[in-house]
């Protein structure tokens, strides 16, 4: 039973209502299933790993990409034919009709972040019990990471519309949470014991953008709905915070300096997709290579530590081999430290499938095989430079007799680890190491 078992193990006492759980997708899905669990767990509920011991499953899916479709269609019908009743929520449950043709004895079938939807069907084909037990559930509510990080969703939806995306049609436009709300939360989790905060969005540069930044209230303090002035609230609850999903706004210049003064990590996920000016005006982004080049450059002159994070398409319609190369140079010259890359794949609804001169699977794939050698070498390169450096990580766990962990460079899951090699330390716990050797993308390290 794979897809209940790496999704939710909780353990619970016993009670006469058990729900399984199936959480698929990227953080901001991750957000909404920890969302539903926590409403979940605050009206007695009891999550199951089981699907033998579930009265329903939830089935929280992706919709993004084809893969995505196919693995969420594949949960779903693992959950019926294992336990039969099931209730669909998430991003392809936009596509109610996919979902009810294929599998016409679902109960229900729910939008992403359609929380009260969710507990609605819930409620209606398993009443929850009389006597909920609320002090069962912890402040910060119920997570799927492990204890010493989360994801912390400060808005949904997107007001762009990129022509390879569907998310504006299956999340809707932007909607910012309140920033009392915001940090109200990341304090529950500060006084949980969790380490680092990872905040996420779809467009996190856009943060209050559709509120037109209107003033909040956070611990008795006014203070306007923007990203900055989130970042230094944030900055000042003692966690690792970590910026994911920036769209390079001329405002995201003003979170450097709060990195080179270690309020918040110096670390800059900016999802760049491209660096040919004709194929990003093709997707629809809203920013140039040359330019960029030019603001990472100034970012690493305010601070040098900057790690800076992107992910990049290749094989987009009408990609030229020149304008490919056009990428590759860009990279040789802003050299960045992590990487992540797609093969261009034609999503259902995006606009970006009407567009002429596909380019073929084949020239797609050695493509992308020239780009992840290159940047490769790129980042053992810049790993080479930290040898016999001391830094602070975090450790995440504990293999073959070395502990895991990451430094401020790493995310979880995306970017590389740190190999401490002579000790097993505490799990979630920070660490003073110094840094012995280094591969393509994870560094050796003994303790300081």
Known sequence: MSDLDKAVTIATPEDTKNVGFVSLGCPKALVDSERILTQMRSEGYNI?????????????????????????????????????KVIVTGCLGKESDMITDAFPEVLAVTGPHAYEE?????????????????????????????????????????????????IPHLRGDLVSRPIGEVLSEAQNLANAGVRELLVVSQDTS??????????????????KSNLQTLAEALGEMGMWIRMHYVYPYPHVDKLIPLMAKNKIL??????????????????????????????????????PQITIRSTFI???????????QELLDFLKQARINRLGCFMYSPVDGATANDLPNSVHEEIK??????????QAEISAELLQEKIGQTMTVLVDGHQDGNSI????????????????????????????????????????????
């Open 48 to 84: 199951s790993n089981s699907y033998d011991n579930a009265d329903l499953v939830v089935v929280n899916t992706c919709g993004f990409i084809d893969s995505a479709i196919e693995e969420s269609m594949d949960a779903i019908n693992e959950a019926m034919n294992e336990n039969g």
């Open 118 to 166: 969710v507990m609605t069907a819930l409620h209606d084909h398993c009443p929850p019990p009389h006597d909920p037990h609320l002090d069962l559930l912890p402040p910060q509510g119920i997570k799927l990471t492990p204890k010493h990080y989360a994801y912390l969703k400060i808005s949904e939806g997107c007001n762009h519309r990129c022509s390879f995306c569907i």
């Open 206 to 223: 856009a943060y209050g953008v559709d509120t037109k930044y209107q003033t909040g209230f956070w611990d008795g303090k006014p203070l």
């Open 266 to 303: 110096p670390y800059l996920d900016i999802p760049m997709q491209h660096a040919s000016p004709r194929i990003l005006k093709l997707m629809k982004r809203p920013a140039k290579s040359a330019r960029m080049l030019e603001r990472i450059n100034a970012w690493r002159e305010i601070c």
């Open 314 to 324: 290749v094989g987009f319609p009408g990609e030229t081999e020149a304008e490919f």
């Open 365 to 374: 794939q050695e493509r992308y095989d020239r780009l992840m050698t290159l």
């Open 405 to 448: 962990a990451r430094s401020a460079a790493d995310a979880p899951e995306i970017d590389g680890a740190v190999i401490i090699t002579d000790q097993q330390l505490p799990v979630g716990e920070f660490a003073q190491v110094l840094i012995t050797d280094a591969d393509q993308y994870d560094l050796i390290a003994s303790v300081a």
